[in-house]
């Protein structure tokens, strides 16, 4: 059973690892889609205006590296079973609030409604399996019987 867990457990994580990787590669087009969808509140107008003079980009562009860096690395963690419960409450967090943002099927005209209703519930599906990981974590592995009671 551990052997399952452990190729469940990587196959899961190169979801976050594919998904970081090509917002790093095209950085561009994901930063438009941040700036397109997230707004940022005047409170912290000041700290992005600093942010951008100081590294010479957009606040978007920061935000893209980060979100792409930040989804590499939790899905490696994950996957080499390191800090699992940290990585997945945190990737629990990025969900629920990439969810909230980019699938507001509750805005959308009827045709367009079911298409990001089922993308808002795959992740929803996909917080769930952080639920899981979360909750069991980096266990010590004890013997387990291979079949049970048999």
């Known amino acids: 059973m551990p052997a399952l867990i452990t190729f469940g457990r990587i196959l899961f994580a190169s979801l976050f690892i594919y998904l970081g990787a090509a917002k790093l590669f095209a950085i561009q087009a994901t930063a438009e889609s941040i700036a397109a969808k997230v707004g940022i509140p005047a409170v912290l107008a000041p700290y992005t205006s600093q942010l951008e003079t100081m590294t010479g ?3 978007p562009q920061l935000l893209a590296i980060v979100i ?5 690395i939790s899905g490696l963690m994950i996957a080499l079973n390191l800090g699992t419960r940290f990585f997945a409450i945190l990737l629990i967090l990025f969900v629920a ?3 909230f943002y980019y699938y507001d099927f509750w805005n959308q005209p009827a045709p367009g409604d079911g298409k990001m209703l089922v ?5 929803l599906a996909i917080i769930g ?3 899981m990981l979360a909750g069991y974590g980096r266990k010590p592995r004890t013997i387990e019987p291979a079949y049970g009671d048999v």
């Open 57 to 59: 980009m957009t606040t």
């Open 68 to 72: 792409g860096v930040f989804e590499v």
């Open 97 to 99: 609030v990439e969810t």
């Open 119 to 123: 993308d808002a519930l795959k992740n």
């Open 129 to 131: 399996a952080l639920f």
